[in-house]
């Protein structure tokens, strides 16, 4: 008794979806906590900054990626 195609497919989905997530999420808490980018001292440094916007430029590109993905 296997699984019927479609529902497969969604399942897939819904896997691919959280492991995106989750690797988007470690990579941005080993970078921004383990390597000390996400917090400044007295004022931001321009590491900082530039942490932040790769974390919001890579955030919209992970939103984008999903809603494409799951227009289809």
């Known amino acids: ?5 479609d529902t497969r497919v969604f399942l897939v989905k819904i896997i691919n979806t959280i492991s995106f997530v989750m ?3 470690l990579v941005n808490v080993y970078i921004g906590i383990y390597k000390d980018y996400g917090f400044f ?6 590491t900082n900054y ?3 916007a790769f974390l919001i430029i890579t955030f ?4 984008r990626y ?7």
């Open 1 to 5: 008794m296997g699984m019927e195609d």
């Open 23 to 25: 690797l988007w999420m």
């Open 41 to 46: 001292d007295k004022r931001p440094n321009w």
């Open 50 to 52: 530039l942490f932040y």
């Open 60 to 63: 919209v590109l992970l939103v």
């Open 66 to 72: 999903f809603r494409r993905k799951w227009k289809v």
